[in-house]
T-cell receptor
Framework: GQNIDQPTEMTATEGAIVQINCTYQ??????LFWYQQHAGEAPTFLSY????GLEEKGRFSSFLSRSKGYSYLLLKELQMKDSASYLC???????????FGAGTTVTVRA | DTGVSQDPRHKITKRGQNVTFRCDPI?????LYWYRQTLGQGPEFLTY????????KSRLLSDRFSAERPKGSFSTLEIQRTEQGDSAMYLC????????????FGSGTRLTVV
């Protein structure tokens, strides 16, 4: 496995910023994915980082440091609909098979 | 294309019975994956196919589980002699060979073994 580690829960206020950290095992690594999953629904793709640095997509940004085995997902201007589980997943180098972390449940409060 | 379809959405079965789930991937996608997810956990890899070839099966997967993708299109996942511990959401996903936009997941089949 890829030993994915991310916090279990985070709570933030509407309009605020939240950063979800993820660490992973660096051996056999071929990129880091972030998914959003609302309760009872399928995971949906948010971002893919394979090179070091920050990728910005609207209110969501994702960062990767390959040497440190570290990534984060930054959610800005939080909205109530952002309340969901956020899954960090690393891709293996030979076949892009994804290994998922347990997910971080983000609760946005008014 | 309407995305990845899974059938049924829900299945309740008695312990010891066999169940079969179906997944129809996005037609252009070569790869098809099966994952299992329990409450509060991330998806756990079960197996995957490239076209009709099953390339990997999780070491954690019991011999009671089998999957097929006979013509490289739809796939089936069968669980024989179900146990209560098999209760979970079974997710199917598909992707092209280079999944730079990630996998596309289906809505899943929720299995309850009573």
């Amino acid at each position: 496995g890829q030993n994915i580690d991310q916090p279990t829960e985070m709570t933030a206020t509407e309009g605020a910023i939240v950063q979800i950290n993820c660490t992973y095992q660096t051996s056999g690594f071929n990129g880091l994915f972030w998914y959003q999953q609302h309760a009872g629904e399928a995971p949906t793709f948010l971002s893919y980082n394979v090179l070091d640095g920050l990728e910005e997509k609207g209110r969501f940004s994702s960062f990767l440091s390959r040497s440190k085995g570290y990534s984060y997902l930054l959610l800005k201007e939080l909205q109530m609909k952002d309340s969901a589980s956020y899954l960090c997943a690393s891709a293996s180098s030979n076949d892009y098979k994804l290994s998922f972390g347990a997910g971080t449940t983000v609760t946005v409060r008014a | 294309d309407t995305g990845v379809s899974q059938d049924p959405r829900h299945k309740i079965t008695k312990r010891g019975q066999n169940v079969t789930f179906r997944c129809d991937p996005i037609s252009e996608h070569n790869r098809l994956y099966w994952y299992r997810q329990t409450l509060g956990q991330g998806p756990e890899f079960l197996t995957y196919f490239q076209n009709e070839a099953q390339l990997e099966k999780s070491r954690l997967l019991s011999d009671r589980f089998s999957a097929e993708r006979p013509k490289g299109s739809f796939s089936t996942l069968e669980i024989q002699r179900t146990e209560q511990g098999d209760s979970a959401m079974y997710l199917c996903a598909s992707s092209p060979l280079l999944p730079t936009y990630g996998y596309t997941f289906g809505s899943g089949t929720r299995l309850t073994v009573v």
